[in-house]
């Protein structure tokens, strides 16, 4: 069984790598290519399957894919933008919450699927966005800045919604007391991450540095990020909301950029980010994907529209050009790996269907495709 396993990770990271290097050739996110790998792998070949082995490595990618997010957020850098940005970014939560709340009743007459389909369309993926606004040299600027202001908020909207989606189906909560509860534990738990966390961890790391082992630095460091990814699941909350908070905690720490930052992205990238990615493809249903064509493209086009038309039309509001516009609405339409955990999250509490699963999953393929493809088509404007 274990070499099993391991045929099975060599497989899909070979794949995963592959077919994300073709695609970026083609200016298309690496995660569709591994995605793809998945898909290939698993439902086309059938020689990789779901298992509980390859899913304690899909649960490491994702938990060092947002940590990560978390430990590129600087709040200084973007505090300037803190109130346009929150704005724009709660404007878009609300509307694609509603949006696929609206669909889930419509296409598939299910409270229950509407509300896990609303939270899969909260949060943007900034990947590409900010990569474009970095090519156009925009990151720095106002758009940019309040573009970035705008995901961070959306990330912090999908933890929030991610843990009261798990504590409402959990039956833990029930009542609005109870979800007030759960929301205010939330936030006292990215308070305390965030002020004494941040200090705790900031005083380890200099004193940890003082040995210069770089091996050791680093396996604290994941020993950290674990234990507040367990503490976070104990406290009732997502066990993805701790190693988020544990990016952001270690986010002003000195030895970021020297070390914490290039070695964990090689091991997250390098290996478990890309299992995550194709793990979620593994559940895949082919044949829904073809006789549900017709959904897919509505529930695109809803998603794609309440992330972009609200933000950018707000954006106008608030004093920027009719191209700022267009480049913020653009930027918000993307979905990624929030969206992606939480589909698997509601497909293992068996709270949508494989066929909800899998459209939900292609839908975020394709706003991941597009939007490369709508800014080359704002840029020649």
Known sequence: ??????????????????????????????????????????????????????????????????????????????????????????????????????????????????????????????????????????????????FAVSSLADDVTAILALSLLIGYFSNTIGGITQIALLFFTVLGFIYLLTTFGNKILSSMIRKLHLAKDDQTFLAITLAAIMIVTFLSDRAGIAGITGAFLAGIAMSNTTMKNEIIMPKIRTLGYGFVVPIFFAYSALFLDLPVLWTSAGVILIVLLVGAATKAIGPGILAGFMGFTRKNQRMIAIGMIPRGEYGIFIAQIALGMTIITQQVYTIMIAFIILTIVITPLLFALDKKI
Not at 13 to 24: P, Q, S, T, Y
Not at 76 to 83: C, F, G
Not at 114 to 125: D, K, L
């Open 1 to 146: 069984m274990p070499f099993v396993l391991l045929l099975q990770l060599g497989i899909i990271l070979f794949l995963a790598k592959f077919l994300g290097r073709i695609v970026n050739k083609m200016g298309v996110s690496p995660v569709v290519g591994e995605i793809l790998a998945g898909v290939v792998a698993g439902p086309v070949l059938k020689i990789v399957e779901p298992s509980v082995s390859l899913e304690i490595f899909s649960t490491i990618g994702v938990m060092l894919l947002v940590f990560l997010i978390g430990l590129e957020t600087n709040f200084k850098e973007v505090k300037s933008a803190v109130y346009t940005g929150s704005a724009i970014s709660i404007t878009g939560c609300i509307l694609a919450f509603l949006g696929g709340f609206g669909l889930g009743l419509m296409l598939f007459n299910s409270t229950s699927i509407g509300i896990v389909m609303g939270v899969i369309m909260i949060s943007t993926s900034t990947v590409i966005p900010i990569r474009i606004f970095m090519e156009r040299n925009e990151y720095k600027t106002k758009v940019g800045q309040t």
